[in-house]
């Protein structure tokens, strides 16, 4: 199995900066999941529209999206299906630098298990929809829904056999940092524990 890591967000809230580059306990963000997963998959795709040479060094394979402009999440898994030759990929985000082996083994072990269907990681009914393992044959109505417009994750996900993996004790590991306040909050936090 592949995984696509997801980096190509405009990182509004961290002033425009490229927030898989963004360093977290004095390494880039993105590190940590592609640390994380190494053992787990047989490719890193990650998926960025900028600074392509630096996530290269992380990774085997950077794409970018196919399409102008930052059009979210969606794109970048596209981009990432593109070039998988695995039947399933594991999807995740650069900014979940808490996130454990636990989790990982959790989603793989379910989707292994239904692999026709889109398997997340949610806390009861709240989805967390970039934590993910998506068949790749998916991929064509993935790519008509993006030509059509559409950008949310969640609506296309929900058209799709779905299975969700309650991780609800686990919460604290999806923790996303979108502002300097918070990395700086849980780097001080981690450097107390």
């Not at 640390?35 to 040479?53: A, D, G, K, Q, T």
């Not at 399933?88 to 454990?100: H, I």
């Not at 692999?115 to 934590?131: N, R, Y």
């Not at 996900?157 to 004790?169: R, V």
């Amino acid at each position: 199995m592949d995984v696509i890591i997801l980096a190509g967000g405009e990182g509004r809230r961290m002033g425009g900066c490229d927030k898989g580059l963004v360093p977290f306990q004095s390494q880039p963000m993105v590190a940590f999941a592609v640390e994380l997963v190494r053992p787990f998959v047989s490719r890193v795709i990650i998926s960025c529209n900028r600074h392509l040479p630096e996530y290269a060094v992380l990774a085997d394979r950077v794409v970018e999206d196919p399409f102008e402009g930052f059009q979210g999440p969606l794109a970048g898994i596209l981009a990432g299906l593109k070039v998988s030759g695995s039947d399933q990929v594991l999807v995740l985000p650069c900014d979940t630098p808490l996130l454990e082996a636990v989790l990982i083994e959790r989603l793989l072990a379910a989707a292994n298990a239904s692999p026709e269907s889109i398997t997340v990681l949610s806390e009861g009914d709240k989805l967390h929809p970039l934590h993910a393992v998506i068949p790749r044959a998916l991929m064509g109505d993935l790519e008509r829904w993006l030509e059509g417009g559409q950008r949310a994750v969640q609506r296309w996900m929900h058209n799709h056999p779905m299975q969700l993996i309650d991780i609800s004790e686990y919460s604290e590991q999806l923790c996303n940092l979108n502002t300097f306040q918070e990395l700086r909050l849980l780097e001080a936090l981690k450097s107390e524990g």
